[in-house]
């Protein structure tokens, strides 16, 4: 039996990275709480290997022409639908036998809301007397939305490690609920009270996280922990897309590396560690800053270093010889950098600086330091030309760095959410608001962006074949079946011999029949005579 039951809810998508479900935040605010002299419990949905098909949302059912044919080649992405984590019977089990007297429920992403709000049912049908109140990103963004589901008592707007503890004095005490940092609540009339988003104003005060409340086994990678961190909050820039800059309620507060050290040392306490990712917009920043830390880190793991990534990524202009040789020495394999675009006009409307000549000093100081590089370009975004995201695509292609491709979705609290509801692009449904599931039909189509999307898989895995020192295949059309068993690889390099042959993306089902997906035409067009040679 608890006071409060923190809840990390199940997932439903096409794909979960497990890495990044591990529930810093709840166990940040769990710590704060339990400052105050409350039990806390953490109930994490996501800590099961557990996961089984559904039907996708009828609002999704046009992303059966993308996804509804399996494919088993290199250039495949997306097929079934998936719920991932624990039933909302077993949660309803929990719920109950916790005999929590609030049970506060993390709703990080806007996708993902109609799942917690699933949780706030299941919660007050298990445990009629408590009190549901619902936080994260999408009820500080969207509070009325949240407010709309009549299981959901009250919203905590902003950041949890304030607003949390101090609802449960008043709920324990009986007092007002208006002083509460970030409460949302209904007056006696209906309508809402919202308060401004609470903010913690030195994140070095806070407690170190309960890391004791996470299923830490569940999130190890071959036997060792994995630890997620935030060095600070927010971020400096003020990139169109991001609800996190700047601009936004959050700001931009950089903990000390003390404060980051000593978290780091709690966490690895008694432990076997063997990564740690960095959820900052962008950790290096302060280069001096970031020095400091890379030698901490050292002091603390010695000669059992954990791999280290920063996987939000990495702002090209701040990495210079000395902090890319300090990353290799201090446990990074990988550089995720963010390139946006490389096209002017997108950039502007990204509000981004052009890094391309910062980006290229990067990959060289990756490839003298032994590292490998992601870079990262947007697609899909409103006016985006999808021609200029294949030429940012042939950008990639031609330096020793993988392509990654993420469409754009409008994240509430953005510049680029509000146009897109000005100009009337705003999905039909919430479920809609994820890369996955193609959220913008404009300028780039539906069909542009997952033909990007395909055209980035394509890239790789002709990086993969140079890495691998194997030719890159004449072009030669294909047949209509392959064996079964093919080698993967094998049945790659016959489809990308098709894709130099005539363009056409094809894919493969289990039992050897080819496909041709479908893409555009003219972007394959592009990319093809953008190779070289092509």
Same mark, same amino acid.
Request: hydrophobic fraction near 45%.
């Given at each position: 039996?608890?006071?409060?039951?923190?809840?990390?809810?199940?997932?439903?998508?096409?794909?979960?990275?497990?890495?990044?479900?591990?529930?810093?935040?709840?166990?940040?605010?769990?710590?704060?709480?339990?400052?105050?002299?409350?039990?806390?419990?953490?109930?994490?949905?996501?800590?099961?290997?557990?996961?089984?098909?559904?039907?996708?949302?009828?609002?999704?059912?046009?992303?059966?022409?993308?996804?509804?044919?399996?494919?088993?080649?290199?250039?495949?992405?997306?097929?079934?639908?998936?719920?991932?984590?624990?039933?909302?019977?077993?949660?309803?089990?929990?719920?109950?036998?916790?005999?929590?007297?609030?049970?506060?429920?993390?709703?990080?992403?806007?996708?993902?809301?109609?799942?917690?709000?699933?949780?706030?049912?299941?919660?007050?049908?298990?445990?009629?007397?408590?009190?549901?109140?619902?936080?994260?990103?999408?009820?500080?963004?969207?509070?009325?939305?949240?407010?709309?589901?009549?299981?959901?008592?009250?919203?905590?707007?902003?950041?949890?490690?304030?607003?949390?503890?101090?609802?449960?004095?008043?709920?324990?005490?009986?007092?007002?609920?208006?002083?509460?940092?970030?409460?949302?609540?209904?007056?006696?009339?209906?309508?809402?009270?919202?308060?401004?988003?609470?903010?913690?104003?030195?994140?070095?005060?806070?407690?170190?996280?309960?890391?004791?409340?996470?299923?830490?086994?569940?999130?190890?990678?071959?036997?060792?922990?994995?630890?997620?961190?935030?060095?600070?909050?927010?971020?400096?820039?003020?990139?169109?897309?991001?609800?996190?800059?700047?601009?936004?309620?959050?700001?931009?507060?950089?903990?000390?590396?003390?404060?980051?050290?000593?978290?780091?040392?709690?966490?690895?306490?008694?432990?076997?560690?063997?990564?740690?990712?960095?959820?900052?917009?962008?950790?290096?920043?302060?280069?001096?800053?970031?020095?400091?830390?890379?030698?901490?880190?050292?002091?603390?793991?010695?000669?059992?270093?954990?791999?280290?990534?920063?996987?939000?990524?990495?702002?090209?202009?701040?990495?210079?010889?000395?902090?890319?040789?300090?990353?290799?020495?201090?446990?990074?394999?990988?550089?995720?950098?963010?390139?946006?675009?490389?096209?002017?006009?997108?950039?502007?409307?990204?509000?981004?600086?052009?890094?391309?000549?910062?980006?290229?000093?990067?990959?060289?100081?990756?490839?003298?330091?032994?590292?490998?590089?992601?870079?990262?370009?947007?697609?899909?975004?409103?006016?985006?030309?999808?021609?200029?995201?294949?030429?940012?695509?042939?950008?990639?292609?031609?330096?020793?760095?993988?392509?990654?491709?993420?469409?754009?979705?409008?994240?509430?609290?953005?510049?680029?959410?509000?146009?897109?509801?000005?100009?009337?692009?705003?999905?039909?449904?919430?479920?809609?608001?994820?890369?996955?599931?193609?959220?913008?039909?404009?300028?780039?189509?539906?069909?542009?962006?997952?033909?990007?999307?395909?055209?980035?898989?394509?890239?790789?895995?002709?990086?993969?074949?140079?890495?691998?020192?194997?030719? @890159?295949?004449?072009?030669?059309?294909?047949?209509?079946?392959?064996?079964?068993?093919?080698?993967?690889?094998?049945?790659?390099?016959?489809?990308?011999?098709?894709?130099?042959?005539?363009?056409?993306?094809?894919? @493969?089902?289990?039992?050897?029949?080819?496909?041709?997906?479908?893409?555009?035409?003219?972007?394959?067009?592009?990319?093809?005579?953008?190779?070289?040679?092509?």
């Amino acid at each position: 039996m608890v006071d409060i039951l923190l809840i990390q809810p199940p997932i439903a998508d096409f794909y979960l990275t497990a890495k990044r479900t591990i529930p810093y935040g709840l166990a940040s605010i769990a710590a704060a709480a339990a400052q105050k002299g409350f039990s806390v419990a953490i109930l994490d949905a996501l800590a099961t290997g557990k996961s089984r098909v559904i039907a996708p949302p009828e609002a999704m059912d046009d992303l059966a022409a993308f996804y509804g044919r399996a494919d088993q080649s290199p250039f495949g992405l997306f097929h079934h639908y998936r719920y991932y984590g624990y039933s909302l019977e077993h949660l309803g089990l929990q719920i109950k036998a916790s005999g929590a007297f609030l049970v506060g429920i993390a709703s990080l992403f806007t996708a993902y809301s109609d799942m917690a709000l699933a949780v706030a049912r299941t919660a007050k049908a298990s445990q009629p007397g408590c009190t549901v109140v619902l936080g994260g990103h999408h009820p500080t963004a969207l509070p009325a939305a949240v407010m709309a589901e009549t299981a959901v008592d009250l919203v905590l707007r902003g950041e949890g490690e304030v607003g949390l503890p101090a609802l449960a004095l008043a709920l324990r005490s009986g007092g007002s609920l208006a002083g509460v940092p970030g409460i949302v609540y209904r007056n006696p009339d209906g309508s809402l009270h919202i308060g401004e988003p609470a903010l913690c104003r030195d994140p070095d005060q806070l407690p170190v996280p309960a890391f004791g409340l996470i299923r830490r086994k569940f999130y190890q990678r071959y036997g060792r922990d994995s630890i997620v961190v935030t060095a600070g909050r927010g971020c400096p820039l003020k990139c169109s897309y991001c609800a996190t800059g700047a601009e936004s309620w959050m700001g931009f507060r950089k903990r000390s590396v003390a404060a980051v050290l000593r978290e780091l040392r709690a966490a690895s306490a008694g432990r076997q560690v063997g990564f740690v990712d960095f959820e900052d917009e962008n950790l290096t920043m302060d280069r001096r800053w970031f020095l400091e830390l890379m030698e901490g880190i050292r002091d603390i793991y010695g000669d059992s270093l954990p791999e280290l990534r920063a996987m939000n990524g990495l702002f090209p202009p701040t990495l210079t010889a000395a902090v890319v040789r300090a990353m290799k020495t201090t446990g990074f394999k990988t550089l995720n950098l963010s390139l946006g675009s490389a096209d002017a006009g997108q950039l502007k409307r990204f509000n981004r600086p052009d890094v391309r000549e910062a980006f290229n000093r990067a990959l060289r100081y990756a490839r003298r330091e032994g590292l490998s590089a992601v870079g990262y370009i947007i697609v899909g975004a409103p006016d985006q030309d999808p021609l200029s995201s294949v030429d940012d695509l042939l950008f990639l292609a031609g330096r020793r760095v993988l392509a990654g491709v993420s469409v754009f979705y409008p994240a509430p609290g953005s510049a680029d959410y509000e146009r897109c509801r000005a100009l009337g692009l705003m999905p039909a449904s919430f479920a809609r608001m994820r890369a996955t599931a193609l959220p913008i039909d404009q300028r780039t189509s539906r069909t542009d962006s997952v033909t990007l999307l395909r055209l980035g898989r394509l890239l790789n895995f002709m990086k993969s074949l140079e890495t691998a020192g194997v030719p @890159i295949p004449q072009p030669a059309p294909v047949g209509n079946h392959m064996a079964p068993l093919v080698d993967r690889q094998q049945a790659g390099m016959k489809l990308l011999a098709a894709f130099l042959w005539d363009c056409g993306i094809r894919g @493969i089902e289990p039992d050897g029949t080819v496909y041709d997906h479908r893409v555009s035409a003219a972007l394959c067009r592009r990319f093809h005579k953008g190779l070289p040679g092509g």
